[in-house]
Structure formats: C-alpha cells, structure tokens
C-alpha cells in the first residue's frame, strides 16, 4: 500500500511533470490523487469482505468446530472485534495519508532505481 502511494504521488512531484493538468492547481492534482487511492482501498477492503464471508459461508461453517456465525453471539465480543475491524481499516486509511504527505515532502527513495549494484555481502 505505502508503495503504491509514494509512487503516485511522488513520481510526478519530483518529475514536475503533471500530464494533462496544466489548468489545475497541484494541490487538487494531489487531492485527487489520494481520493483515488482512498477508492482503490475501498474497493480492495469490500472485495476482501465478499470472499471473506462467501469462504466462511460455504466452507468453514460445515466444519463442527465453526459456530455457524460471522460475529459471537456476546455483545462485549462484537463491540470488540467491531472495534478491531474498524482499527484495521483506519489504520489502512492513517497509512494512505501519512505517505502521501511524506512523498510530497521528501524523497521517498521507494522509487528511485538503483543505479549502483548491491555489493554487501
């Protein structure tokens, strides 16, 4: 994910160039780049949930070990693993814009080639 964003927001930046957006502002180009980002993740996170709960479903529910439900049955245990899903997903979103603030700001060197060969050994 942090490589995904240092390259889209980093590579143009330190470039200059900005295809197609002479009449933009580079704040909006960049805005609008992470609010891409933050779709992509949105995507990912609903694709995730979909197989999740579909391989749950039709698979581990059979076994006699599974409960047969997607959330325990205490409601302690659901505020807790509510609160853990949503620390997951903030985390993910805490991640998107703390790299993008950094790529603007500095070399990520994430994306940069190597130009030396790696002699350490």
Known sequence: ???LVAG????????G????????????????KI???FGIYAVYVALQTVVTVALYILYIA???Y??????????ADIASDVASIAGILCAGVVTILVVAA???RFSTGSTKARTTPCTSM
């Open 17 to 32: 160039r900005m295809f197609l957006y002479k009449d933009l502002d580079r704040a909006t180009i960049i805005n609008a």
């Open 66 to 75: 599974a409960s047969g439900t997607l959330l325990p049955a205490a409601g």
């Open 1 to 3: 994910m942090a490589y």
């Open 8 to 15: 889209a927001i980093y590579t143009p930046v330190a470039s």
């Open 62 to 64: 059979r076994f006699d």
């Open 35 to 37: 609010l891409a980002l």
């Open 102 to 104: 950094l790529a603007t």
